[in-house]
């Protein structure tokens, strides 16, 4: 009995010892992934809800939700689709949140009338044309804006996307071209209005 | 309305960013409307791509990772599993209570029932051997007897005879007494089940009287009072 007295405490503390060692290696791992995901996390945040403030603290919700669920996760390539999934939920949660909370206490600003830009470059700058093209967006079906969103990014290619979503090339494809297709009819309806003042 | 049927095409057109096919490129090359709308669309296009490049590659806040390792460091993971083991042992904890609570009376009620039940049948069978009254054996559990005595209208249906309660340490004895009993014949043991006593009114045969002598009762008195002098 006294044996087991002297023995059980170093006992749970090698076993302490173990979980911990387990626990630094798994945020290693992690952390490792970090510099490569948090870019795409916070981008992904970024273009859901169009706010720095609410996509950096979205993108940090989804990382930690992915740290703590990251021994659920069996195969370790399939990281970035996982996350992604992660991120694009909490952000649409998010800008559900706030599209109510906006309804409720204000109304929406209009946006100041310019004379209408005339090339390409002109009329992406142009902040009217942005809060039109972010409420485009919006609008969009939800699979269609995350296939737009990825495809976007820098240095992402149709087969990496398809790969992160788990979805056929020519599924891929097809989304962005309906996506876009969709985006440039609701935004010719803002051109063409605009011209016509 | 012409140039209507183009217009499918020279949006998927300006969509794709492909070449236009040489029937409709040599359309737009003479219609000013369909190069107008073209063009328009190009733009449209163009800005679309922009406006995606821009809103997905924005530069990302330095505080970012630095806030977030700090973050997972705050994640300690010994606080996590002491709250998942506290969790569980409460879980587990209430599942048992929960179980406890439900079973228990059950059982006591069953124990209790079958107990008096095993008591009332040796005391009966005994009873039987010994030719005594006959005795009512319940096979319901005691707190049966109890409802149905609690309840005035069934008085008539319920058995008044009362049960011989047998102390521990006496039954013993009557076993080897009534086995004894039975050894040497003529004992029958009646095992019957639950019997219902009906109330029934007391009926005396009729009284025959064959000879009546009346005294006086003084003449007693005064004899009785001579003997004790």
């Known amino acids: 009995m006294q044996e087991l007295v002297l023995i059980q405490p170093i006992r749970a503390a090698d076993e302490e010892w173990t979980r911990e060692a387990a626990y630094a290696a798994r945020r290693r791992e992690f952390e490792a992934r970090l510099a490569e995901c948090g870019p795409l996390a916070y981008r992904v945040a970024r273009g859901v809800l169009r706010n720095d403030a609410d996509a950096e603290d979205v993108a940090q919700e989804a990382l930690l939700r992915a740290y703590r669920r990251f021994d659920r996760l069996r195969d370790p390539l399939r990281f970035r689709g996982w996350l992604v999934r992660i991120v694009f939920r909490l952000a649409l949660d998010r800008a559900r949140s706030a599209r109510r909370r906006e309804l409720r206490e204000t109304e929406w600003a209009q946006p100041a009338r310019r004379a209408t830009p005339l090339n390409a470059e002109e009329l992406a700058a142009s902040s009217e044309f942005q809060a039109h093209f972010g409420r485009a967006l919006e609008e969009l079906p939800e699979k269609l804006r995350l296939v737009l969103l990825l495809a976007a990014m820098e240095g992402h290619t149709l087969e990496e996307v398809a790969a992160m979503l788990g979805l056929p090339v020519g599924t891929v494809k097809s989304r962005l071209f309906v996506g876009r297709k969709k985006l440039a009819e609701k935004l010719q309806c803002y051109v063409t209005n605009t011209k016509a003042r | ?220 008195a005064g004899l009785q009072r001579t003997n004790t002098r």
């Not at chain 2, 821009?54 to 002491?82: C, H, M």
């Not at chain 2, 011989?164 to 043991?189: C, F, H, S, T």
Request: glycine share 6%; net charge neutral; hydrophobic share 40%.
């Open chain 2, 1 to 220: 309305m012409l140039c209507d049927k183009y217009k499918g095409a020279l949006i998927d057109a300006a969509a794709s960013g492909a070449a236009l096919p040489s029937y409709i490129r040599e359309h737009v090359d003479l219609c000013v409307r369909c190069q107008g709308v073209l063009a328009a669309r190009q733009v449209v296009f163009a800005a679309v791509d922009m406006g995606l490049h821009k809103i997905s590659n924005v530069e990302l806040p330095s505080s970012f990772l630095p806030d977030l390792k700090s973050k997972l460091v705050a994640e300690t993971p010994s606080t996590r599993a002491g709250i998942h083991n506290w969790a569980f042992v409460c879980a587990a904890g209430t599942l048992v209570l929960a179980l406890a609570l439900i079973g228990l009376p059950r059982d006591q009620g069953k124990q209790i029932g079958g107990e008096s039940l095993n008591r009332t049948k040796k005391a009966r069978a005994l009873a039987n051997g010994l030719r005594l009254d006959p005795i009512h054996v319940s096979k319901a559990p005691d707190r049966i007897e109890v409802s149905k005595a609690r309840m005035p209208q069934n008085l008539s249906v319920t058995n008044h005879d009362p049960e011989v309660l047998v102390p521990r340490e006496e039954e013993e004895y009557l076993e080897g007494y009534y086995a004894k009993l039975q050894k040497r014949g003529g004992m029958n043991l009646i095992l019957a089940g639950r019997q219902e006593v009906q109330a029934k009114a007391l009926q005396i045969e009729q009284i025959e009287v064959k000879e009546l002598k009346i005294e006086s009762l003084d003449e007693q």
